[in-house]
């Protein structure tokens, strides 16, 4: 796979990782053979281990749901194991995904494969947070994000019916009908020691830790005050 060489680094892509007649083959299979949320917007279905959309980590109350055979042949083939967790989006035009870092406790690196219409993911960070850049994400390119990428800037999908065509020419593209696979791997001891606080669930958990172990200090020691005035 490729950096791409732009900010947020960590970007790898690798296009064309299958051919047009498997992404047809596998756009038959997701449209005629896999039952779906019957709900409009984005809708996802879980292999391997279920993500909790409670805690943001698995969902430790769902079996474990084997892979089917269409997704075992779309592993990442770089990776000495397979994932622990894959979603399958699809996203009818006008859907998108808000800002977001995947979780960096429960999960260490993450793959995406687009299949379908193309679309551009906005990824923010960078000086004050304001940097925005968006990547154009071609059908059947798979993509790694790592370091900056999937630790420090965010990464959405706007939810709306147009794009503008990348290269900034102006004119605008209408949105597809999008499927995605997201692949993830669960990180060894669910901790994360990037420490930003901003976007790491470890970095804050540890902080609020810190936060009431400071807060049960300062009341234990009134505690103690005021037994010790008591007993005077
Ligand atoms: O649709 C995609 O390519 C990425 C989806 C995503 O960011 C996620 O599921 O966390
Ligand atoms: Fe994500």
């Given at each position: 796979m490729e950096e791409l060489p732009?900010?947020?680094?960590g970007i790898l892509m690798q296009e064309e990782f299958i051919t047009p007649e498997h992404e047809a083959e596998l756009i038959r299979i997701f449209q005629n053979e896999l039952e779906w949320p019957a709900r409009s917007g984005r809708l996802s279905l879980h292999y391997g281990y279920t993500f909790s959309y409670?805690?943001?980590?698995?969902?430790?109350e769902t079996p474990y749901k084997p892979f089917p055979d269409w997704l075992r042949a779309l592993l990442p083939p770089a990776e000495p194991a397979p994932p622990d967790q894959v979603c399958l989006q699809h996203y009818p035009p006008g859907a998108g995904i808000p800002p977001h870092v995947d979780t960096h406790g429960a999960y260490d690196q993450l793959y995406a494969l687009s299949l379908g219409a193309p679309v551009p993911m906005q990824f923010r960070g960078g000086e004050g947070h304001a940097e925005t850049v968006d990547v154009e994400l071609p059908p059947r390119s798979m993509v790694r994000l790592s370091g900056d990428a999937r630790l420090h800037w965010t990464h959405s999908i706007r939810a709306r019916k147009t794009d503008p065509l990348p290269g900034g020419g102006g004119g605008v593209r209408p949105r597809g009908h999008r499927w995605s696979i997201t692949y993830r791997w669960i990180r060894e001891g669910g901790e994360c020691e990037c420490g930003n606080e901003r976007l790491c669930d470890t970095a804050q958990k540890r902080k609020g830790i810190e936060k009431e172990y400071r807060w049960k200090a300062a009341t234990d020691a009134a505690t103690t005050d005021t037994q010790g005035a008591v007993s005077t």
């Open positions: 732009i900010r947020p680094a409670k805690t943001f980590g698995v969902d430790t």
